[in-house]
Structures are given as C-alpha cells and as structure tokens.
C-alpha cells in the first residue's frame, strides 16, 4: 500500500464535525450564571478559550475555580449543553466529506472528549457512523487534555501509523494531541477557537472543513 493509501484522520467532534457553537455558548453562559458571572459572547469565548477547561474559567474569572465552583459549573454546562444540542447539526458538507474520504479507500476514526455514552448515540443518529474505524468519547471527568486520550485511540486503531495520520480539529488542543503521538494537525476556524489564537499553534489553519480534508491528505502523502 502507497503512502497516499495509507492516510487516516482523527476527527474531533464538538465545533468540527458538529456544528454546536450556540449550545456551547448557551451553556457556559448558563454555568457562568450560578456564580454569578456577566454572560460571555462567541467572540470572546472563542478568543480566549483553552483547555484544561479551569483555565478557561481563571481566564474569565482571574482565578481557578474551587473544586466546588467546578462542580457546580461542570454539572450546569452539562445538563444544558444536553437540551439544546437537538437544535444543533452537523457542520455543513460533513456527510459528504466522510464519504469522499472513505470511499478513497482512506481511513478515518472519531475522538472526543464528550461523554463517550452520549456521543456514540448522537454519531449514530446523524447516520455517519459507518464512516469511521472507531469511534472514541470521553469515559473518565471532563477537564483534562486530549493528548492521553489521543495515545489510547491510536493504540486501539489497527494499521493506522501515527506519521500517516492527521488530526482535524477546531482546538489548539487538538493540535498538541496530534504531536504528542507524532501525528500531523489541521485546525478549522469554524468552531472554538479564533484564526488568530490558532495560528500560533502552528499548524495550518482552514477556514472550511473541504479545505481541512484537502490539506490532510496532502501532509499524509508527503509523511
């Protein structure tokens, strides 16, 4: 099998693959109200977000939340992240960009750090789930890296080689998994993050998703 053949993405989720802006900003907003915190907008959010996500929130607030704080705000964002993402779909061109991928004899994989038992429902429901090798969400608590979680995906993927393979996120996160494992990183500017604060990663930088999936079978044919 050539190199060009052996090309595999990871996609990430949440503000790549779906389109979530508003629920993800609806439910910070709703977590920021039980300590009493002025709302925050896209803009904002997707300036100055980060992960571990208590960063995000010292950002915000000017110091790490307590244990306690953290809970509370972890628990709201969740359960309203949860009603109002069935307004939310995937971002445009998805359906066909997994196809064309797949049906180029590529392979491609799903990894995220939301809930792994709501996350594989939701691929499904969407139809795409076919599409992908595996499908990995997150089994451990919310707030740490992706990179550990990157590591394992990886190591459950048979024949996928780490050289070969490209991450397409909308993180800086998703960037810092993807070398952590000595893979290649492709960041789209549609979901969490600004243009601006994901160029500093690096990595190159998309404005569409047909753009993301170009560049990742380009750096996958020269590894």
């Known amino acids: 099998m050539g ?25 910070t907003n709703a977590a920021f109200v039980e300590l009493g915190l002025e709302p925050i907008t896209l803009e904002r959010y997707r300036a100055l977000y980060c992960v571990p996500v208590p960063k995000f929130y010292e950002r915000l607030m000017g110091r790490l939340p307590t244990d306690a704080e953290w809970e509370v705000m972890d628990d709201v964002f969740h359960r309203y992240y949860a009603e109002h993402r069935v307004g939310c779909g995937l971002t445009e061109g998805v359906v066909e960009l997994l196809a064309g991928w797949r049906s180029a004899g590529h392979s491609q994989s799903l990894l995220s750090m939301y809930v792994h038992d709501e996350l594989v429902p939701l691929v499904r429901g969407f139809g795409i789930e076919p599409h992908f090798v595996r499908v990995d969400g ?61 160029e500093v990663v690096g990595v190159p930088v998309v404005d569409t998703l047909g753009e993301a999936v170009e560049v990742a079978g380009r750096l996958a044919a020269a590894a």
């Open 138 to 198: 997150r089994t451990g608590p919310s707030g740490g890296s992706k990179a550990e979680h990157m590591v394992r995906h990886l190591e459950a993927l048979t024949g996928v080689q780490a050289a070969r393979t490209v991450v397409i996120g909308d993180a800086a996160d998703d960037a810092v998994a993807a070398l952590h494992v000595g893979a290649r990183a492709v960041l789209y500017t549609g979901g969490s993050h600004s243009r601006a604060s994901l």
């Open 3 to 27: 190199k060009h053949e052996a090309a595999h993405i990871v996609w990430d989720w949440n503000g790549t693959l779906f389109h979530d802006n508003d629920a993800i900003i609806g439910a």
